[in-house]
């Protein structure tokens, strides 16, 4: 039996959240030991003639064209473990200002026939000094970092920018990128936040504090908006020369029950919304769009590709999947590129879309 089958076998038997709070205690303790036992080295060397780099309009490169999304790691616990497997990026958060509990317990569900997961967490998590802190400390091996920004439960929405203007400030100088999180539906109100008033009172907030930074920024949006909704949120990306846009959070689903939906579930409502940004966007703009939502293989993977995008993120398929959902990526993407006689990714892309 694999290892991630054996740990998946018991990770499954235990309440969703316990099991990840307790998973995440063991890779931030043992990350080199376990990326090992997950097959961090697996069959690398078959895939040395290959370059997998990907440059993004934000100036960073992936590694990989998959990342890690929010949510899996909130506290940046684990970057070192996840930064030794396959993964272009690392992506942690949700962050806020202070510490907070997140919503009453559970708040966790398997759906495991789908593939998916329904969270109500509520950005629980341990605050910016310590999730700062935790940064510090982490051994990154090169790969790109982002965080998440959300505010606090009680923070007043007419107060939620300057909940924004703390945390871009405390983790400007330490991250690759940074997200400002409008979209969770998890905290009462933050969607409204999507209003093109509300955000533009945070990206003013944050003008004389960018005009000094330039650590790139995204607007993570909702699966939930209406596509007429979506012009208007790219045009003031734009205006405020966002690095991209990152498609999508959870999507509610009230017959399944209160909360964020992710995993297969999700799969075709976000990669409508995708689909719509891209054409919106066009080749040739200035933004960049990261996709996520419902991506659990290969074949979604060059769906996306297709359609004009770049580089995604995980985080539902790698709880039922595990690295292997990497590795398989990889392994599918390699024999794919060596039947074209390819050995850049970039050129194998391209080569998808003509």
Not at 23 to 34: E, Y
Not at 180 to 192: F, H, Y
Request: proline letters at 5%; aromatic letters at 10%.
């Amino acid at each position: 039996m694999k290892f991630y089958s054996l740990f998946k076998n018991i990770a499954f038997s235990i309440e969703p959240e316990t099991a990840h709070n307790q998973s995440l205690f063991m890779l931030s303790k043992f990350p080199n030991s376990l990326a090992t036992l997950f097959g961090s080295y697996k069959d690398s060397h078959l895939y040395s003639d290959f370059n997998f780099n990907l440059r993004l309009k934000d100036g960073n490169t992936w590694s990989f064209p998959v990342g890690l999304a929010a949510g899996l790691d909130k506290n940046a616990e684990a970057i070192d473990f996840f930064s030794k497997i396959p993964f272009g990026s690392v992506e942690v958060g949700t962050v806020t200002p202070l510490p907070q509990e997140g919503n009453p317990k559970p708040r966790m569900f398997r759906l495991i026939e789908e593939e998916s997961l329904l969270n109500r967490m509520g950005f629980n998590n341990d605050g910016m000094e310590r999730v700062f802190s935790n940064i510090v400390k982490s051994k990154r091996e090169g790969k790109v970092l982002g965080v998440n920004l959300g505010k606090n439960k009680l923070t007043p929405q007419d107060k939620a920018a300057d909940d924004y203007r703390s945390l871009f400030r405390k983790f400007e100088n330490i991250a690759d990128y940074l997200v400002i999180n409008v979209s969770s539906p998890n905290t009462p109100g933050l969607r409204d936040l999507q209003n093109i008033e509300c955000l533009k009172e945070i990206f003013d907030s944050l003008d004389d504090l960018r005009a000094n930074s330039k650590v790139p920024l995204y607007l993570k949006v909702s699966p939930d908006l209406s596509l007429d909704d979506l012009p208007p949120i790219i045009e003031l990306a734009e205006s405020y020369k966002l690095a991209g846009i990152i498609a999508t959070n959870t999507t509610i689903n009230s017959e399944i029950g209160v909360g964020g939906v992710s995993g297969k579930l999700l799969k075709t409502k976000s990669y409508e919304v995708r689909k719509r940004i891209l054409e919106i966007i066009g080749q040739k703009g200035s933004l960049e769009l990261i996709g996520v939502g419902g991506i659990s293989c290969y074949d979604d993977l060059k769906s996306f590709w297709k359609i004009g995008g770049k580089v995604c993120q995980i985080y539902t398929s790698f709880i039922y999947q595990g690295p292997d959902v990497l590795f398989s990526i990889r392994k599918n993407l390699a024999d794919e590129m060596r039947n074209k006689g390819m050995k850049k990714l970039s050129e194998f892309i391209e080569s998808l879309r003509d």
